[in-house]
């Protein structure tokens, strides 16, 4: 009953930059983590980027020093400022939430995602 929205893909040029923002909606809930995952064509999802509820950040290594997380706990939204960006990065790019049930007990979320492209 958690709803994931992303919005903010698009086509871009190799060099610029986008902002990916990720908001959740429904039932009342606790959030453990948000995240950001990706998946090009033909390839494994992969690990963008991700931040807890108090502010820890984990990166894919093929993003670190490109790519920004953040978060606005109040909001229950999570945005992804992408620079530099490379026609590597074109993949679609899925929103995810850990959702904390109970303790211990963690749910998983996926919003529909979004499409980015990054061509000249």
């Known amino acids: 009953q958690v709803h994931l929205v992303e919005s903010g893909g698009g086509l871009v040029q190799p060099g610029g930059s986008l902002r990916l923002s990720c908001a959740a909606s429904?039932?009342?809930?606790?959030?453990?983590?948000m995240g950001w995952y990706r998946q090009a064509s033909g390839k494994e999802r992969e690990l963008v980027g991700a931040i807890t509820s108090g502010g820890r950040t984990n990166y894919g290594d093929s993003v670190k020093g490109r790519f920004t997380i953040s978060r606005d706990n109040a909001k229950n939204t999570v945005y992804l400022q992408m620079n530099s960006l490379k026609p590597e990065d074109t993949a679609v790019y899925h929103c995810?939430?850990?959702?904390?049930?109970?303790?211990?007990?963690?749910?998983?979320?996926w919003g529909q995602g979004t499409q980015v492209t990054v061509s000249s």
């Open positions: 429904g039932s009342p809930f606790n959030i453990h983590a």
């Open positions: 995810n939430a850990l959702i904390l049930i109970t303790q211990g007990v963690l749910s998983e979320y």
